[in-house]
């Protein structure tokens, strides 16, 4: 998109200039319920886009299947009101890595432990193609004028991490500078509690709660002692009443505070010119 293409879409809007952008005054960011005239706006304001990557997935017997796509558009909402830009829809599609299990079957992802089909998995594609889907997804962003990507995926598979940071790479050289940056929505959090494990363990379940709590119920929960189905590692189960709303809260924020400060540096580091840049507050 150049100079010319912006003037031409600002002046769509030109009989519509002397009225509010906001009616109700609060700023939304979710790219797909906006109007055209806020998203060149937003877009003017700060040229970010945020992508968001989960999956539909086995999350124990007492979190959603779209726990991942659920963490990092929720990540995604709350950095972007204070970095500026756009937080596209969550994509629920994902990769996983395959390998045998105990009774020597082929199966992926947490049907490997568990060695059966988990309910709820319904994600896999193949790794070309959702390789070329996420570089086709960067691209379409640049061409609708975003100058800056914020990757971020609530899913920590290998090969879905390494194909994210591959198109981060990949859009970085073709620009001669860094637009794209990547993020794991659940890092932060995985060191914030004591025993927290990995998925549908304490951590993540209480990420989830920071952001969710209406998705989770403890009363699903297998009894005490049971270990997590599906995990490589013998991690407890979260226990009803250890994890507190404060807990979800502060898990919650150590994820938003590590992302805003990676697309600060991202914005901070944008060649100065098309649009002006809004500065982020330190």
């Known amino acids: 998109m150049d100079d010319r293409d912006r003037v031409a879409q600002s002046a769509l809007f030109d009989h519509v200039r002397d009225l509010p952008l906001w009616p109700g005054g609060a700023v ?79 199966r992926s992802g947490m049907d490997i432990a568990a060695d059966m089909p988990l309910p ?22 640049f061409r609708a004028g975003y100058r800056s990507l914020a990757l971020v995926t609530g899913h920590g598979a290998r090969g879905q991490v390494h194909a994210i940071h591959r198109v981060a790479l990949a859009a970085n050289e073709v620009a001669g500078h860094r637009c794209a940056i990547t993020f794991e929505a659940y890092g ?40 997590v189905l599906g995990a490589s590692d013998p991690r407890p189960h979260p226990v009803h009443g250890a994890i507190t709303a404060a807990d979800g809260a502060r898990l919650v924020q150590a994820s938003v505070d590590g992302l805003v400060a990676r697309v600060r540096h991202l914005l901070d580091g944008l060649p100065i010119g098309g649009v002006a840049l809004r500065r982020i507050p330190s």
């Open 28 to 106: 939304e960011r979710r790219l797909e319920l906006l109007r055209p005239r806020q998203i060149v706006a937003l877009r003017d304001e700060c040229p970010l886009i945020y992508l968001p990557f989960g999956t539909i997935e086995w999350h124990e017997r007492h979190m959603p299947v779209g726990t991942d796509g659920f963490t990092a558009h929720g990540i995604s909402l709350r950095a972007a009101a204070i970095t500026g830009g756009v937080v596209y829809p969550p994509l629920f599609w994902g990769l996983d890595d395959y390998g045998t299990t105990a009774s020597g079957e082929t």
């Open 188 to 227: 932060p959090a995985m060191r914030q509690l004591p025993d927290g494990g990995g998925h549908a363990g304490r951590a993540e379940t209480a990420l989830l709660m920071g952001l969710h709590p209406e998705l989770i119920d403890f009363q699903e929960l297998p009894p005490d002692g049971t270990p």
């Open 120 to 141: 709820g998995n319904v994600y896999r594609v193949g790794h070309e193609t959702y390789g070329r889907l996420l570089a086709e997804a960067a691209g379409e962003c």
